[in-house]
């Protein structure tokens, strides 16, 4: 019962009426991702997931400088071991689905509504990998430029970081080889329609 506290507190803010109103958006971006940690033998190679595009939809609604939102990735990786400017890649091993409550807030605001954002919040993901599937909790943050394009429509880049434990499971790697966290950083161009 505990568990659902937070998430009713989350939903009963952004849906109850305020002296500010709420503002409702939908997002769709698109980018790229480069992971590090995972694992990593003592020779220095290490193990993980590959520079995968990644697909994210984000329902959000909006406080005056405050925001309030729920986003939805999916991407589908390769499993590399890389050393010294060297990846053996093997494409289409593994996949995921996040999904991630966040808060926002505009930190400056230039010209013709050209926002600066920071975004923190938790994420759950769901691995599937060479069909063995597990869930990581992570810790996601992001900053994001966001510019007006048309009526209701804004673009936006955004640079996110994301921290979980490693993608690998305790007997998934061989002796001699240390499971490290999972460190993503992405990169992503999306287009946001204010409702």
């Known amino acids: ?62 406080f005056g400088p405050a925001r309030v939102a729920v986003a939805v990735m999916y991407a589908k990786t390769g499993i590399a071991g890389e050393q010294a400017g060297m990846a053996l ?48 909790v992570a810790a996601r943050t992001a900053a994001a430029l966001e510019w007006p394009l048309a009526q209701a429509f804004t673009g936006s880049l955004r640079v996110s970081g994301i921290l979980s434990g490693s993608v690998f499971d305790a007997g998934e790697t061989p002796a001699g080889v240390e499971r490290r966290a999972t460190r993503r950083v992405g990169v992503a161009v999306g287009l946001r329609y204010r409702l």
């Open 89 to 136: 890649v093997q494409y289409d091993l593994a996949s995921f689905w996040e999904i991630a409550p966040q808060l926002s807030f505009r930190l400056a605001r230039f010209g013709a509504g050209v926002d600066v954002r920071v975004e923190a919040g938790p994420a759950v993901e769901r691995w599937d990998v060479d069909g063995a599937r597990r869930t990581r």
């Open 1 to 62: 019962m505990r568990m659902l506290a937070a998430p009713c507190v989350a939903v009963g803010l952004a849906v109850a009426p305020g002296p500010v109103s709420g503002q409702w958006g939908i997002a769709a971006e698109i980018g790229v991702a480069r992971f590090g940690g995972s694992s990593r033998d003592t020779s220095g190679i290490t193990v993980g997931p590959y520079r995968p595009t990644t697909f994210e939809l984000r329902v959000d609604r909006g």
